[in-house]
């Protein structure tokens, strides 16, 4: 009675779904899905109530449901409602394939479905596989060897379940192409592996290892980069934790560009102390702050406050045209003012406060 009463609320009927599923796949195919038992089905699916299932689907699914793809997506052997409805927003076509790709699987003993298996080797829930899934359904193209040697190969180097599951385009690369990229890296020293190593271009994967190789230089087998930061400022690094709170984006600088831009900073007559108490400068453009200290020298001055690098497109240049609007007379008994408190209008003339 459940199950006429589930059919009847789906209307599902051999017509319907022949009318769709005739015109994208040959007629065996579709005959021997039609041969499936309503009572296999059922079986395999776990027993829900049909106002459950209603009411769980229905507003997931909208306008994407087509009561001809429910049989084909009972098919699929899914071990709950939710799991499925992903599935019902793809087209039949592809949902015919799957379904081949499924039966396949269950015929060899591989799985009953690649989502469970998928989600057993990962050790993530199959409600956010499903989802990830039905979005790369290319995993049911793949030979199920071709999937189970690739995610074999990932978690033996350590790659995180949660990258590989946000990635999932690693899977179309050979087993062994993706044992040679991650092996690569992780001879460099590189302890967090990515899937993105693997299909990166070997421009861009020599660039990190270039960057990878310095940082390790720089930093040596210990030193972490807030200890670094603190050294070199000459602060502890208690302060340069409070100065990443104010400053979050100090927390993604790499330690190349730090060094670098430290050492330019120096060599341009700023001292450390100058560099700890405005250290939002270490997270602005190295080339934009270049390009700001040669417009301000041309324009006359000498001692320069770190924030006023810092300032926006627009303050910036508000700022280098009041400057330039200042007569020669204004510049001159000003300019020995000292600069470096220039945001303090009680040094500047009226025009600049």
Known sequence: MILRSLFSVLSLSSNNLTSNVYKVTSPTTWKSILKISPCNIYIRTITVSTASYKSRTRTKLKSDFDSSKARIVLGLNFQSPEDAVPFYKLPVKTLVHIHNTTKEDVKKGFCKNRLYYISSRLKVPPSIVTEKLAKRTFIYSLSFDWIEKALDVLLEMNVSAD?????????????????????????????????????CSEDILNRFLAISQETKDILGDSVSKQTYLANRLNVSPDTI???????????AIRVTKVKHFLDFLIAEGFDVEEIASKPRVLSASQKTVKLRLDRLRELG?????????????????????SIESLSKEDYKSHARCNVRHVTDSTYLPRRLR
Request: glycine share 2%.
């Open 163 to 199: 990258r590989i599951l946000r990635d999932l385009w690693v899977l179309k690369y050979h087993h062994e192409t993706i044992y040679e990229r991650l092996q690569r890296v992780k001879s460099m020293g590189v302890e967090n592996l990515y899937p993105w190593m693997v299909r």
């Open 241 to 251: 934790q409070d100065m990443c709170l104010k400053i979050p984006a100090l927390k």
């Open 301 to 321: 001055l000498n001692q320069i406050n770190l924030n006023v690098l810092c300032r926006s497109k627009k303050d910036f240049k508000k700022y280098c045209e």
